[in-house]
Nanobody, 114 residues
Framework: QVQLVEYGGGLAQTGGSLRLSCEVSGSAFSITVMSWYRQAPGMEREWVATITSVGTTAYLDSVKGRFTSSRDNAVNTMYLQMNSLKPEDTARYYC????????WGPGTQVTVSS
């Protein structure tokens, strides 16, 4: 059974930074295309970023140039470095496999104050 655990969220000021981590257990993480998603209160969950097994990335237009996804296959962990944070980035952030999603983890809350 694959388990996802996201952490690193918190409260940041506008313009600040946070680094999220996603630990994956019980899967072939190193060959899995992984993604970050977020869900704001009252909104649908939206895709934020994807990273392939070799580190190729793609981003939601609104986070391009501010967010950077990376991964360390040796420790089954993916990261999301978030810089120049904006209040509209406030959401609960989740990670998952892009093509064949596993059961969702608890997510980690990011709150950006204006």
């Amino acid at each position: 059974q694959v388990q996802l655990v996201e952490y690193g969220g918190g409260l940041a000021q506008t313009g600040g930074s946070l680094r999220l981590s996603c630990e994956v257990s019980g899967s072939a993480f190193s060959i899995t295309v992984m993604s970050w998603y977020r869900q704001a209160p009252g909104m649908e969950r939206e895709w934020v970023a994807t990273i392939t097994s070799v580190g190729t990335t793609a981003y939601l237009d609104s986070v391009k140039g501010r967010f950077t996804s990376s991964r360390d296959n040796a420790v089954n962990t993916m990261y999301l470095q978030m810089n120049s944070l904006k209040p509209e980035d406030t959401a609960r952030y989740y990670c998952n496999s892009f093509y064949k999603p596993w059961p969702w983890g608890p997510g980690t809350q990011v709150t950006v104050s204006s």
